[in-house]
């Protein structure tokens, strides 16, 4: 916190500041405009302002008039609906209906791109360098930031590269024509006397389209090879190179850029990069930084900003169960900002400060620290956005001279994004601008000094009782566990260590599990990795007929007791194996890393979601142990139980080894079944795993048996066992479709009819609306398809595309696919690995043949040499219904592209499948994401996302038609499957004396 | 109300009374006293309360030591446990553990016995007139009743009228050296000059063991031969009888027994009647009664009570979905008592007045009234009971002179429910002695006008706001429809009229539905009564494959549209269907009682179960039909939600031929599947009638078809149609396993793996402990066995007896047997009809002969000569486990008795059969009713009650093992069986923007 007499100064400035702009206001909150109407009705109307900045971002895809006006329709209602701003060119027209959407196209086109202009140097080199001009003229200085798309491919990261060196090339034809801005420092051609007057702002990830921190090395490498080039010309123009920082996920890779790029010219000043206040990282990193500047006697430069992706990283933190990493208090925010200021300030020798706010306060209190630390003017300057903060930035001017606009150029359509981006900070409620400008707070609480304000927050907010909440029986409610965090060192360290740590344990011989006891058998089969067949990991025991009966028998044997133990002491029993899992979470990882091919972060999802299942379905049996009460006659007491029903065989696949196995496990024990479970033949390991974790968490013998072993051996002998009540299963259609009819055919002495709980296959599509965000669609489509190559019973092996947006997709499509690489699993740099086994690869290359006959190859990736079960990833188009590749489960990397007419067709084709598993829908018409709800008739619908990673509790799966029986793993139904429901029925009344919880009854007698 | 003159005296009289009274307590309420403490220790808990009266009613039944010890250590605890005057013996001897157990047995055997001894004037003859003798010495008159059991055959009911003939004689014998007690009357060998010193009161409902108000002709005219012979024999020692009166049931009963006897002998006054001022109808039936006597000019007497049943007449009501009979609000049963009073009193002339009451003010008002009214002494009395409120009886004796004592005699075992009744209405809050001598109440506040304090609660109660329930949608929350009430004569008078008007049109052709609209076939088959087999109801057009494939193409073409339907909209077709069945009962239930014979109750309740299934189903789509939202990740919407599956076969059963086939049906319909539904060929007109039903409930064309037939030529193909995705069976083991089989078999071109719902059979058993309350068990184990002939999935067919009470069961059960007759099932005198056809008659007759050489017969009933499906009703003895009536389905009246050694070979024995689906147990010891609820493993339990009657929603009903896969008709989980869920996943973040209900975050950006 600053000294009192300091913060006195910093007011006293921050009020001269105000005074001198009174009754000015930015152009954003001018209620006179359209812009300003509809900046006022967003802040008052919440649902109104969710449609009008969604309206906004679909925007630029609204390329005819009749998608124009569904959309506008299908946001805002009809005229009547709409607020009287908007409709008023209609209203005053008296034209409704066909002709008033007419009127309304024009308008709203007119105003949105009006709005995107007012942020927007320029759309064209052209007119970017006269705005530019202009700008200078009334004394602004800019930096230049070109708008993109997501890059998605190697040719869009080059492409945007270009675009920078083209823009560097006509700065500096244009420079010359430019007298530098006045100001205090030596050189009057430099801004300021000391500023170059080119000055940009590169986004690093828009340079790689695989950036991705989990490829740390790979990431930085790719990035700074195009920075590198961008920087060079900039040093050739003499211009100044900020590297902006972007999401939290990407900010270390930042940093490692910038310090690399800076060390390779260190005698260059004019290389910046931007630190984000709102981080809870930033005060180490930025020490870190000036300390490594120190030691590397380099100067440097810093944007200290706030940050501009709030939402965003508090979203995906909550979605993954990530620490959130920004301040969830403004005021700290505010302070940080403060106090990193005072940080830079200090050292203003070797590093030069950005300072880029536009918040009066922060602004004053820079200036004030710069003066009580004596900085020169030439160690600081100002930042704004263009087309914000009018009087803000004129205040700057006349006190300080050195304002900086920052000005983004380029196309509308990813000028959109930029757009709501910035409409959304200034609708927020703590907006300074809103609150400075739209008359809601007084001068005296905006100049407040944060660091007061957030301690005040965080007092309220200790003293604030937190609602607690508790899960069932006094446990905390479940959560999932987070998804592997690869912004930190620690996670990407993790993974090569446990993978050495496994490899070196390699090549045992795993026994059987059967009745709380390991059997050895004489029958060995290896296990091997799939990326490098000759690696044998394990030795593995085979159960024949007759284990598996003795499997059976132990499991029979357990069940009375296992039955009669509370759900609360079963449901334990899953907590503990869960913890025993948390505890050996990287180690898992590799196991499965080197046993079927995962990638770093599908196996640790794989893991994470075993530990969700153990977590979920103990809570869940605690919920349903409950007897639940039916009914209020009076002198009886009806109460609605459930019972296991006994022996339950669960045979597992391979793809998600540990995740389906334990989810199917746990449900049947925690229950009260005894399971005799066998693993598939390509992940036996995996599946001994799940017996050393029931193991360690103490599971009685006989509650859980472990037999890995051949199906066509010992298969149908386990299903058609009559001691075994129950099946759980999860694998193909073929099998699936057998285990239903052979455990239908009741056997001698068999007690219960068998219940067979079967998740089978899927023919999955994502349907790509015309309206579709291609930024978004187009890297989850890739990782739906092709994540863990394919392999996953969710994974997308169709995508149909509406004709007037197919080509820009595919081609898209096609360009990020090159750009991926294949190569072991276990090396983060490839996007896919091997597949499972050799016979996988025979069937998936067989398909693709029948793919190349079918349609046109549009992609067909290339293959490592030498061993391991590679298949190229494959996209295929022209593909119609009646192909076999639209209609088979491939269960591998190849996609099927079909061009569809219109979205009702797109829905058909869809559904047309005999599977009902997964499907998604990438569109921002609500009307068509409502149809999908409605008709897109599959187990797990997506709307705007990929169709893979389904969690527990968030997204229970499975599906319908041939893909499962309507069973929803991890979810609130799916341990009733386990079970059958009892009632027990007590007649209370005896001698005409009924306790009563409601009534002591008592009219007398006689 | 009184005038207020009258009031005030009465309120002095009242005074005086307590002032007479002064510092006199009724011996239960002496705390010196083991029962006072016992009933101090009852008021103040309410739990201990419920198990010491629940114990006092086993007692007698605790025949050992070891029986007696295990019961206290289960009601009580161990002695630590205890209230401390429990306890106290065995303390003090400083013996606990098995010591104490001996003296606790002792202590609480001569405690309990006292407390009988308190309330019974004697258990023997001789005791009873030595008692009655004593009190006669001390100025008391009385009216013996004789203690009886449950009558439950006619050997029993025939040794009670002889009791009282013995007790007669005895009397005759002993009242001349009685005597008279002295009073103001003429004639001094009468008790106060005018009244019979011989005076009994005799329950007719212990004169006929199947009095029934069904067969209320019947029932009058059995009870009027028995007490005919004991009025002769009081009339011969110039005695007086008093015709009790018992549960409302038998009230209309009563009335007309006591008005064909009083005519009868019109010249002998001694006849009275007791009336229950409790009841709503009272005012109305003394009214007629006092009509009655004037019209035919005969004299009367009634003793005037409060009633005795108000707990049981409340919980029966309340069970029964009928009209609470008795008057809710204490006050208003006073009132209505004085009111009464005065009535009977202003006609003193021909009615003769018994005021039965322990109640001051209510004893105070009647004096009063005779007076202003200057009634004779001769023509009023008291009345009070033996042992209880000694001071009240005191004080009239004092007062009035002219007081009769209630009198029971008899055995210990029936005397135990007497006395748990006196002990219950001296413990209930609102009890007038409670409350005047426990100290709990002002003197003014008992003597208050009761009709101001009922006026004043009214008030009261209309005030409070009652706590609204509603249910799904803004319905009324679920009911169960009220069962037929045949205390009503409208009720049973709508029987034979219904059953007039459908036999007006018998023998119509009945044409399928199919797709909105009838179809008439070639082939017509005639349904007929079972009963008479001459008699053919209707011809039936049979469905053949081709039609049942056009109504399955029906069903699947009114898919799409009835699936996207609301559920509210389907519920609401629903709730139509119920109504007009609603509307329709009696014919509903005339027709089933002709087309399979049922009986008048039977028929009524599978109707009344029709409309529950109907409104409950109705309720849970609602509620199901709303998407849940899971999880609260941010920046996603997770909805879960149900969908129908497609066309839906139901297979339907005959013995609830409109219950479960409406079941089935309407929890298909409801969640969205179109049905084809195949009634069972002996049930095709209530088919039929269900169609009418729907057709009614405007249902759309397709969405519900009727296709009878014959199972041999469409079943498979019904089963096996690849259009067909669910199939909902009801029915024999055989037919279902074959069902489950074939479903499980996947066809050519069929899109969902099927989904079986299926209800199979049962082989139920009834557990008889050795503390059974026999008089319960008898009566619930017979209407289980042998309702509609034992034709119930539910019936009970083996009954399992523990040997200490085998015999005295089985005797019992065999006696109450022998009293049943069988006969059409129309007639309601007879207990069984014929069963369903002659294939069921010779498969059934076949179990006797198997029953008759595995074990003894215990009885065979006779069957009517001439046509009819006809089998006796059949008890087989000494059935062992390995037997095979012990273990096959029968489905008809056979019912096997097993000799069991314990409790735990009792639930062994019980478990055996390959069927798992209802199951009952009669014990008054917790530990085994605890037991059975964990180890009696099936569907539906039962603890002291009979095992049929499931109700919809409080005993949703189904069963395990190879009675079913599970499901539970009726009950919360059953409609997700006829429903896949899906998950409808929403990414709503767009542009890094998330919309979010908890937070409007604003975060400044830069």
Known sequence: MHSSELNARIINRGREFFAGIAGEKPSLFDKGSWMGKMMDWSMGNEQFKVQMFRFVDVFPSLTTGKLLTEHIREYFGDEREMPPFMAAGARVAGMLGSFGG?????????????????????????????????????????????????????????????????????????????????????????????????????????????????????????????????????????????????????????????????????GYPHLGIALQAYLKDTDRDLDALLAWAKEKDVRISIRLVKGAYWDYETVKAGQNGWEVPVRTIKAESDAAFERQARKILENHGICHFACASHNIRTI????????????????????????????????????????????????????????????????????????????????????????????????????????????????VPFKNEPMADFTWA?????????????????????????????????????????????????????????????????????????????????????????????????????????????????????????????????????????????????????????????????????NFPLAISTGMTAAAIVTGNCVVYKPSGLTPLMGRCLAELFREAGLPPGVFNYTPGSSAIMGDYLVDHPEVSLIAFTGSLETGLRIIERAARVQPGQANVKKVICEMGGKNAIIIDDDADLDEAGPQVLASAFGFQGQKCSACSRVIVLDAIHDRFVARLVAMARATTVGPSEDPAHFMGAVADGKAMERIRGYIEVGKTEGQLLYEGPVPEGEGYYVPMTIIGGIRPGHRIAQEEIFGPVLAVMRATDFDEAIRWANSPRFALTGGVFSRSPAHLEKARREFRVGNLYLNRGITGALVERQPFGGSRMSGAGTKAGGPDYLLHFMDPRVVTENTMRRGFAPNEEMDTGQERV
Chains 1, 2 share one sequence.
């Open 102 to 266: 007419t009127v309304l196209n024009k308008v709203l086109t007119a105003n949105i791109e009006e709005m995107a202009r007012q942020f927007i140097v320029g759309e064209t080199t052209k007119e970017t360098v006269k705005n530019l001009g202009k700008l200078r003229k009334d004394g602004f200085a800019a930096v230049v930031d070109v708008l993109g798309e997501a890059t998605l491919s190697e040719e869009e990261a080059e492409n945007y590269t270009n675009t920078y060196l083209e823009l560097l090339d006509a700065l500096q034809a244009e420079q010359e024509q430019w007298q530098g801005l006045p100001g205090t420092g030596g050189d009057p051609a430099l801004d300021w006397g000391h500023a170059p007057k080119v000055n940009i702002a590169v986004k690093p990830t828009a340079l790689f389209c695989l950036a991705n921190p989990q490829d740390f090395e790979g990431s930085v490498a790719a990035i700074l090879n195009r920075m590198r080039r961008i920087f060079r010309r900039v040093m050739a123009v003499n211009g100044f190179l900020c590297i902006d920082m972007e999401s939290y996920r990407f900010k270390d890779i930042t940093l490692e850029v910038y310090r690399r790029l800076r060390l390779e010219h260190p």
């Open 364 to 475: 004053a209190a820079v200036m004030e620290l710069a003066r009580e630390l004596d900085v020169p003017d030439d160690r600081y300057e100002f930042q704004l956005l263009y087309g914000m903060a009018e009087p803000v930035r004129k205040g700057i001017l006349k006190v300080a001279g050195r304002v900086r606009l920052y000005a983004p150029y380029g196309h509308m359509v990813p000028g959109m994004g930029y757009l709501v981006r910035r409409l959304l900070e200034n609708t927020a409620n703590e907006s300074f601008l809103r609150r400075s400008f739209a008359g809601e707070a007084r001068i005296e609480q905006l100049l407040e000094d944060p660091a007061a304000a957030a301690e005040r927050e965080r007092a309220a907010r200790s003293a604030r009782p937190e609602k607690e909440q508790t899960g069932p029986d006094g446990l």
């Open 490 to 654: 620690d996670h990407r360290a993790a993974f090569p260590e446990a993978l050495a740590r496994v490899r070196s344990r390699l090549g045992e011989t795993c026994p059987l599990f059967i009745n709380g006891r390991d059997v050895a058998t004489g029958e060995l089969l290896p296990t091997v990795n799939p990326n490098r067949p000759s690696e044998v990991l394990g030795q593995i025991c085979q159960a024949g007929t007759k284990a598996v009966g003795d499997a059976i028998a132990a499991a029979k044997a357990a069940f009375p007791a296992w039955r009669d133990t509370s759900p609360r002491v079963r449901a334990d029993h899953l907590l503990r194996a869960a913890a025993a899992a948390r505890e050996r979470i990287f180690e898992l990882s590799a196991r499965q890393i080197l046993e079927i091919g995962k990638q770093w972060d599908q196996a640790y999802a794989d893991v994470a979601e075993a530990i969700d299942f153990l977590e979920y379905y103990a809570r869940e049996m605690i919920r349903l142990g409950e007897p639940r009460r039916l009914g209020h006659a009076p002198g009886e007491l009806n109460h609605y139980l459930y019972e296991p029903k006994g022996v339950a065989a669960v045979i597992a696949p391979w």
